[in-house]
């Protein structure tokens, strides 16, 4: 191990606490990174010996031990310089800062792990119409799909046989330098997609693409009151692993709307439509329910919009056995257009109230006056105006 002094190559004290000595590795390995020094060995060795020293100071233990017996210390207990431990989290957010700047497409790779490189994520979507009743009372449903499993021919390699050769494009470095003014930026290679190596010959049984689709067809458990865009998650029923295990399959609901519910929560709205001459007289109406029919009293007089509720008679929620309401709101309709004989009724009607049909009048009589008042010059109108 070459002599040099952790802190003093970081700039750091013996007394800096975790945060500035993360602050300070960050602020080197940005400046000696290799993407933005190729082929600069100065700064390649550099970038060595500041990951040594932060993969010694980040770490509590390794740091006691170099504070006390130095590097004979580390040494004797198996450390042996950088060991090109992956700082994922810390160049994940280099990188970041450079997408922000830069666009995404550029920024430093993190250090590569092909072996690990998953071709497909182990859980998958699979959508599901529903009608409204299936939805709210459950249902069960066949579900036909195909899931991706690991083409064993390859090992999920998508070369023939496995075969896999380095990247000429790249040189099996995953990626390619572009230089832009003083800087240079690494970009993703295109031709081996960023993994350093392509096939020799494409495996013919997942035309190089690492996995298979395999059909599948099972029957699932819809639970009652499932909503809109719900996700029921189906465990094993994913795709399927190199282990051989099964990720999950999630099915996202789409649930039909109805012509008469809506349905909010577990909560569920019906609109009753009430023609104007049952409102004085108070009415009682049967509705629809989720479950049959209810009957609607409404009261006299009632306003339009009015909201009736019907505890526990909503929606089942999810495994719980709890249940919303049914909420009916009235709507009071009007006759479109009316015939003579009708007009001559509602006018014996309307006269039949007497002085409480013209309400306007009877309030607004003093109002007018005053206001009349208000508009004329004051001295002629002192007097009466003023009247008590
Ligand atoms: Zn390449
Ligand atoms: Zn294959």
Redesign the pocket.
Known sequence: MESFDYYEILEVSQTSDKETIKKAYRKMALKYHPDRNPDDKEAEEMFKKINEAYEVLSDESKRQIYDKYGKKGLENNGFSGFSGKDFGDIFGDLGSIFESAFGSGFGFGSPRKQESKVKFMPDYLYKLDLTFREAIFGCKKNIKTKYKAFCKDCDGTGAKDGKLQT?S??QGK?QTFMRQGFMTFAQT?S??NGE?HIAKDKCTSCHAEGFVFVEEEFEINVPEGVDDENRIRIIGKGNQQKNGSRGDLYILTYVESDDYFVRDGIDVYIEVPVFFTSIPLGTSVKIPSLKGELELRIPQNSEDGSRFVFKGEGIKEVNKNNYGNLIAIIKIMYPKSITEEQRELLLELHNSFGYESEPHKNLFEECFDRIKGWLKPETKTKGKARKK
């Open positions: 990247c494009h790249c995953g290679c031709k081996c350093g």
